[in-house]
């Protein structure tokens, strides 16, 4: 079998996953079928594949895990949302009157947000948005999207792009998974491999696919609250706390250094 | 990135599904993650990927589609539950007292149904079990299992074998999906790619995967009542009725030719 092609698989799958949701879209019915709930697929370098419901990015407040209500009681001022998706958690900072922008590189998922009622969206990645003449006191990467960090050598040029977008003051909230807690022999595996190819052993090589669409092969950084204070090292942020209320999840503050 | 290993994909999926209904089951638990449900992933050769939750397998009476109730009401004598799974309705016919067989070609999903308490079990091949000395007088092909027909050339090897298998007077049970009242473009197209290569619009060309494994790729059927009616001619079953209620859903009821 060839390829997938490459193309906009978040945004498509949160149009669907809305339409689900809501009963609002363009999706074809499948002939009278029973309904399905839209699934994402993940496949990582080793060759796991997971199926995981996409619904929760539609998730109201009172869906959420705990430390998503914790993260937004830690946002002050200007707030970018980095990887907004469908709007969860901007669209509650909105309703609460804060400025808040959502910034997410899926041209769809940004559509529903807007649909949704986010005011204030931007299509870009986040290198490119550093050139941006915006400024922002919180930055949020929530939806285990400290996962952006990507690893060791991708994580400072994030964090320097966050800082050129940052009023002095300002902080990060990153919602991070610490991957060392399974003792699934695949997960356990995968780490011991990346370690040997000199990856963090978390530092996991993905592509999403949804119907006919994969995304390009990237990394994405599960990693322990001791890797990331190591990876920030020498970056303009330090670490100021880590909430671990629930493991495997934390919540981790870093605050730009003056 | 390599081809997955060919492996019991259908029993792993299986055994991890029951272990989340249950808790009861080998799997490691996740380093204390928010459970998630066991997704079946299917890619199809035109590169179409979809998930699809795996807890219907096990699903007790009151979670069933109405045509599974239909369907075990017109079983009667000693019945062969062919690709039983997690034996949702064998074991139903079973607490009815009935006499019935499951028949899968997965050890794991036998492993499943026998813990949940099902008596009668065989992992085999229908083209294998063809050569048992046991006589049926019911064959079910539930869940979707017409669709085991595969296609022109295969189904006529199959109602050949549940012939041998056959007292006077058996029934073949099956439930079906007409493929064709989807009007989405993926599908459409799809059957128009298929017709164009010589297949049925709706014989699917599928491998299932779950975690690192996959299966070898496999036809799977599904092809209007009418389309079931011509695959049948010149076999050793005709077609008695169809049960289209729950459209694009359907039973078919064929009996043996004396």
Same mark, same amino acid.
């Given at each position: 079998?060839?390829?997938?092609?490459?193309? $906009?698989v978040f945004?498509?799958?949160?149009?669907?996953?809305?339409?689900?949701? *809501?009963?609002?879209?363009?999706?074809?019915?499948?002939?009278?079928?029973?309904?399905?709930?839209?699934?994402e697929v993940i496949e990582r370098d080793d060759g796991l594949i997971n199926g995981a419901?996409?619904? &929760?990015?539609?998730?109201?407040?009172?869906?959420?895990?705990? &430390?998503?209500?914790?993260?937004?009681?830690?946002?002050?001022?200007?707030?970018?949302?980095?990887?907004?998706?469908?709007?969860? &958690?901007?669209?509650?900072?909105?309703?609460?009157?804060?400025?808040?922008?959502?910034? $997410? *590189?899926?041209?769809?998922?940004?559509?529903?947000?807007?649909?949704?009622?986010?005011?204030?969206?931007?299509?870009?990645?986040?290198?490119?948005?550093?050139?941006?003449?915006?400024?922002?006191? *919180?930055?949020?990467?929530?939806?285990n999207n400290?996962g952006l960090?990507g690893g060791?050598?991708?994580?400072?040029?994030?964090?320097?792009?966050?800082?050129?977008?940052?009023?002095?003051?300002?902080?990060?909230?990153?919602?991070?998974?610490?991957p060392?807690?399974?003792?699934?022999?695949?997960h356990?595996?995968y &780490?011991?491999?990346n370690?040997?190819?000199?990856r963090?052993?978390g530092q996991l090589r993905l592509r999403l696919r949804y119907?006919?669409?994969a995304t390009e092969w990237f990394d994405y950084l599960n990693?322990?609250?001791?890797?990331?204070?190591?990876?920030?090292?020498?970056?303009?942020?330090?670490?100021?706390?880590? $909430?671990?209320?629930?493991?495997?999840?934390?919540?981790?503050?870093?605050?730009?250094?003056?």
């Open positions: 079998m060839q390829q997938p092609p490459i193309g $906009d945004g498509e799958m949160i149009r669907d996953a809305y339409a689900v949701r *809501t009963g609002v879209g363009p999706r074809p019915l499948a002939g009278g079928r029973v309904p399905r709930p839209v699934i419901p996409a619904d &929760h990015y539609l998730g109201e407040p009172d869906e959420w895990q705990p &430390h998503d209500h914790r993260a937004l009681r830690l946002c002050r001022g200007h707030v970018l949302d980095i990887g907004v998706g469908a709007g969860r &958690h901007a669209l509650e900072l909105q309703r609460r009157g804060m400025a808040v922008t959502g910034l $997410d *590189t899926s041209a769809g998922a940004i559509e529903i947000a807007r649909r949704r009622g986010l005011l204030d969206t931007v299509v870009a990645t986040i290198d490119a948005y550093a050139a941006a003449s915006a400024r922002y006191d *919180t930055f949020l990467l929530l939806g400290l960090l060791p050598e991708r994580a400072p040029v994030v964090l320097d792009a966050l800082a050129r977008l940052a009023n002095p003051g300002a902080r990060i909230i990153a919602q991070g998974t610490d060392y807690g399974t003792t699934d022999p695949v356990v595996s &780490h011991q491999f370690r040997e190819r000199g963090l052993g119907r006919l669409l990693c322990s609250a001791a890797e990331l204070e190591a990876l920030i090292e020498g970056t303009r942020w330090r670490l100021r706390s880590v $909430d671990e209320q629930d493991r495997p999840y934390y919540l981790a503050v870093m605050e730009l250094v003056e």
